[in-house]
């Protein structure tokens, strides 16, 4: 085992933790931030995800120097369910139900929509080889959060997976969601430009941050309710494609999600029937990668967010 475990001397007190297990472990900088990103190093045993973290005296410092295992390609598994509104030979356009991973990672290493799609369209599982992208996510060019349903699409070829992520960088491809929102929304139209980042006091969610990255919501009101209590129909059109970031927008600006425990900050609308956060990507626009010709497809609400809007009124 290559493990090492030592307590922070007083020369390390302050110093970063990146170059702190540099200096230690006489590894490059490049080396020791590949650890971190793979949640090798502890403090005082808890796993280390900001690399500029200051170590004090004392602490105890681990790093796993152990080299990790060749990681397998996703199995096939027929029994994932989802529903395709589109296939050609380029490209798959998936209407994904709430509740279901996008692809295999920690803790979900099987029954994600990666293992389905593997069991109905096995020509993907080459492209992660062929692309430079991730085993876990042949075809994968964008994702929709575990709890959001609707509209995602997959590559079925080098050169579409090229394309797509091309058009995405270039924020050439639409997706609008549809969401309901604690609150009456004031104004019917608006935008939510504030970057986005990783938050410092929980490092496994999202936040507006100053250190985050440029990102940018659109949103109109589609229908306003006061009944049990005040709520907003909008839809919500992405122009970056921040991790979460129409949920940590819309909270931002005091309308989180319905239904989104993890950024409506404890409050919630009453007798509230959903159980996942009332998102739906039910919009979704691109050049195709074959043609060229301007593409589109729609996704109706999934009846657990139609029963929720049933129970509402103005």
């Given amino acids: 085992m290559s ?11 302050g110093v970063r933790v990146d170059k702190a297990v540099a200096l230690v472990a006489d ?4 080396a020791v931030n590949g650890l971190i990103d793979e949640g090798r190093i502890q403090v005082d045993g808890s796993t280390v995800r900001n690399r500029s973290t200051p170590l004090a005296c004392g602490q105890e410092l681990q790093i796993d120097r152990d080299p990790v295992p060749a990681r397998r390609s996703p199995e096939p598994d027929p029994s994932v369910d989802y529903g395709v509104v589109h296939e050609d030979a380029d490209l798959i356009v998936v209407d994904k139900p709430a509740g279901l991973v996008v692809h295999p990672g920690a803790g979900h290493r099987t029954g994600t929509l990666v293992n389905g799609l593997l069991q109905r ?18 075809g994968i060019v964008h994702r929709l959060d ?10 079925r070829t080098p050169a579409s997976y090229r394309s797509l ?34 938050s410092v006091s929980a490092p496994t969610r999202m936040a507006v941050s100053r250190r985050g990255k440029e990102a940018r919501t659109r ?11 005040p709520a907003t129909l ?35 609308l009453p007798g509230a029937v959903v159980t996942r956060p ?37």
């Fill in 278 to 314: 009332f998102l739906h990507a039910y919009s979704l626009a691109l050049d195709h990668p074959s043609t060229g010709v301007r593409t589109s497809w729609h996704s109706e609400l999934p009846d657990d967010l139609v029963g929720q809007l049933a129970l509402l009124s103005a």
């Fill in 165 to 198: 992520v091309a058009q995405l960088a270039d924020r050439h491809v639409s997706r609008v969601y549809r969401a309901l929102v604690l609150g009456r929304v004031a104004e019917d139209s608006g935008v939510v430009d504030a970057p986005v980042g990783r």
């Fill in 3 to 13: 493990v090492v475990t030592i307590e922070i001397p007083m020369s390390l007190d």
């Fill in 27 to 30: 590894m490059s900088r490049s």
């Fill in 146 to 155: 575990r709890g959001t349903s609707g509209l995602l699409v997959v590559a």
């Fill in 121 to 138: 369209f096995p020509d993907i599982q080459s492209l992660p080889a062929e692309v430079g992208a991730d085993i876990d996510r042949p």
């Fill in 234 to 268: 909008i839809t919500a059109r992405l122009e970056t494609g921040r991790t979460h970031q129409i949920r940590v927008h819309l909270s931002a600006i005091g309308h989180p999600v319905v239904g989104d425990e993890v950024y409506s900050h404890g409050r919630a």
């Fill in 219 to 229: 949103y109109d009101v589609e229908e306003r309710f006061t009944r049990p209590a």
